[in-house]
């Protein structure tokens, strides 16, 4: 891990934190955080009822760059499909229902964080 790294994966934890927080809330049972395969993370794989969630968080302090779910480009929602499709294989799951979410989450200075759930984002 460079220098620099450490600070971001805080507030990306920090993020996804909020994110499982706001999901148990809402009834979801989260499975496992940061699901790595090959280069790739699925940040939270979460059940919603008997539908099986794989959850992008995006997480940002300003609107500099748009807001945090304009992040999710094409090519990031086809590796979190492959990286998906990995998860299903090596845990021998089939038959299940599957959907992909975001959790895009607003930290402005001062205020509340928003956030803006995604449900079956792509």
Do not use: W
């Amino acid at each position: 891990m460079k220098k620099d790294d450490k600070p971001k994966k805080s507030f990306g934890s920090k993020g996804e934190d909020l994110a499982c927080a706001y999901l148990k809330k809402n009834g979801y049972a989260i499975v496992e955080r940061n699901y790595r395969y090959g280069h790739g993370e699925i940040d939270i794989v979460a059940k919603d009822g008997a539908t099986l969630v794989f959850i992008e968080v995006k997480a940002r302090t300003n609107l500099e760059f748009g807001r945090p779910e304009f992040a999710v480009t094409k090519s990031k929602q086809m590796q979190i499909r492959k990286i998906a499709e990995a998860y299903l294989y090596e845990k021998e799951i089939k038959d299940t229902e599957c959907r992909m979410d975001v959790v895009a989450i607003l930290f402005l200075r001062g205020g509340k964080p928003d956030i803006n759930h995604i449900v079956n984002a792509f």
